[in-house]
């Protein structure tokens, strides 16, 4: 089992742009949550999908987007970057809720966005 | 805002030595306390949970203290070694099991 994957690994991207980052859920996982994880900060809640819509949403502003495929991955969307978008950006997973125990959610290894 | 506050922000021991990290929550709501465990270039790994019904959780060399009246919770590391080096953050889920993070405290174990 992968766990959950992330790509790609790191993106520089300059103000004004826009980027899509990956996400491939745990197997067995249908719920993927999205965070923001700045530098010497804890993860912020960004959004959550689950059955291909958007759940619940952290107060992040419209410029951040998200989609959910049948096979269960997500892509995390930002447009307009600003310089203070540059962050890591984790996903996490969790199995089905009728499975749901408290420590249900796996983070992957995050991509390093940088804005210049 | 700010509902779980974690404390201190950084934190440096000696080898087997003890570190101890703090968090304080606001949120009555909150039925579950897990610490994370985050090295540098990696996401975070859950390391140890507590249940608001219980004061205390062992698992080897870690330990969370709970303090329900107080609404603080806090990680113990006894006989600390290097390779605990890392960013340890307190949380606490929102209904929809979504975790609300602590700032982090980074802690360096000295040999």
């Known amino acids: 089992d992968a766990g959950v994957t992330q790509s790609p690994t790191h993106l520089i991207k300059t103000r004004g742009q826009q980027v899509t980052l990956r996400c491939s859920p745990k197997s067995g996982h249908d719920t993927v949550s999205w965070y923001q994880q700045a530098l010497g900060q804890g993860p912020q809640f960004i959004f959550q999908?689950?059955?291909?819509?958007?759940?619940q949403r952290g107060n992040f502003p419209d410029r951040f987007s998200g989609h959910q495929f049948p096979n269960y991955s997500s892509e995390l969307n930002v447009n307009a970057l600003l310089l203070g978008d540059s962050a890591l950006y984790l996903c996490?997973?969790?199995?089905?809720?009728?499975?749901?125990?408290?420590?249900?959610?796996?983070f992957g290894p995050g991509t390093r966005l940088t804005v210049l | 805002q700010q509902q779980v506050k974690q404390s201190p922000q950084s934190l440096i021991v000696q080898k087997g030595g003890i570190s101890i990290i703090n968090c304080a929550y606001e949120n009555t709501a909150f039925d579950y306390f897990p610490w994370y465990q985050q090295f540098p270039g990696k996401g975070p790994a859950l390391l140890i949970a507590?249940?608001?019904?219980?004061s205390e959780k062992k698992e080897g060399r870690f330990t969370i203290s709970f303090n329900k009246s107080a609404k603080q919770f806090s990680l113990h590391i006894m006989d600390s070694q290097p390779g605990d080096s890392a960013t340890y953050f307190c949380?606490?889920?929102?209904?929809?099991?979504?975790?609300?993070f602590g700032a982090g405290t980074r802690l360096t174990v000295k040999p």
């Open positions: 996490a997973s969790s199995p089905p809720r009728g499975l749901r125990g408290p420590d249900t959610q796996y």
């Open positions: 949380a606490a889920p929102e209904p929809n099991n979504d975790m609300r």
């Open positions: 507590i249940r608001p019904d219980v």
């Open positions: 999908y689950y059955e291909e819509e958007e759940r």
